[in-house]
Structure formats: C-alpha cells, structure tokens
C-alpha cells in the first residue's frame, strides 16, 4: 500500500483535502483527483508550458510540481479565469476575438501564463516584444503566435478599461 500524506489546497476558490501520494504531481492531482480536464498534459518535460496554472498568482508549469508542494496554497486552473457571472475573462475574450488558438491545447497554458504576465506588467498597453517575452515557456505548434500576441494585447487594454 502507497503512503499518502495530507493535502490541503484551495483551488479556483474552493477548499480541497485530500490524500495524496508525495509523488503526485500537481497536473494529475488536477485532473484526475478533481477533474479538472482544462489543465493539459502536453509534454510531461515542462517544456511546452500547457499544463501551466497559477499557484498563489504566479504561473508554475503543473508537470514540474508535486501536489504536496501546493500545499496551503492557492491554485488557479482555467477553469477558474470564467467570472461568477458566466462571463469570459478578457484573456479568454482576446483569445476568441483575436483567433488567439487553432487547435486550442496550448491555449489554456497560455491563458495562465499571460494571466501571470499582464499581472505583473500592470495596467495599460503592453509591447509585442513584452508578450512574446513573457510567453516563451509555452509553446504552440498551430498558431505562430502573432494572434496569441494580438489577444493578449487586446486584454491588457480591456482590462486597463475596466474600473478598479
């Protein structure tokens, strides 16, 4: 029998614990301990960045982590970029208006990177040279990354909109 240890994470604001092995790692406790699918295993190297999350607002690639060191923690998958109101978040808005994904299993990743990035950058309009910066540890096979950029700029400058 696998020893397990506790767990006790909050993810997109709900309280979890759980018994987990210390071996788990964070993308698998995600989805297949609370099914939370939008968190996609791509390369299981941390080289393509589509498991990428947020763990207490930075952008951690999931496949590095084990569960346990997200411990106490606050997690943020994509699931939870929707608002309480149903709505999009403007990065997930940008995304679509922009045609920011063509075979979307990069995107989720992407999304929670450049959530991390625009957090850090702060409000206003954000360079072309900063996005593809910020976003080199995720990679698209489909895209060439031009709208990617398109729909991140296009967030920053909805989110600058938008009242504190």
């Known amino acids: 029998m696998a020893t397990t ?3 006790q ?3 997109n604001g709900e309280a979890f614990a759980s018994q987990v092995e210390p071996r788990l790692l964070l993308v698998h ?3 297949d301990e609370l099914g939370l ?3 996609h295993v791509g390369c299981d190297t941390s080289n393509c960045g589509a498991c990428t999350c947020l763990i207490d607002g930075e952008s951690v690639k999931s496949c590095t982590v084990l569960a346990v060191q997200a411990d ?7 699931e939870g970029m ?3 109101d149903g709505e999009l978040h403007p990065l997930q808005e940008g ?3 922009q045609h920011g994904l063509q075979c979307g299993y990069c995107t989720p990743g992407m999304i929670m990177a450049a959530a991390d990035l625009l957090t850090r950058h702060g409000d206003g309009p954000i360079s ?6 910020g976003l080199d540890g995720n990679l698209c096979r489909c895209t060439g990354y031009h709208n990617i950029v398109k729909a991140v700029q296009a967030a920053a400058e909805a989110m600058a909109k938008v009242p504190a």
């Not at 072309?128 to 910066?133: P, S, T």
């Open 5 to 7: 240890v506790p767990l």
């Open 9 to 11: 994470v909050s993810v």
């Open 29 to 31: 406790y995600l989805r």
């Open 37 to 39: 699918t939008g968190t």
């Open 72 to 78: 106490g923690a606050e997690v943020k998958t994509i």
């Open 82 to 84: 929707i608002g309480d």
């Open 95 to 97: 995304f679509w208006a």
């Open 128 to 133: 072309e040279e900063d996005v593809r910066k």
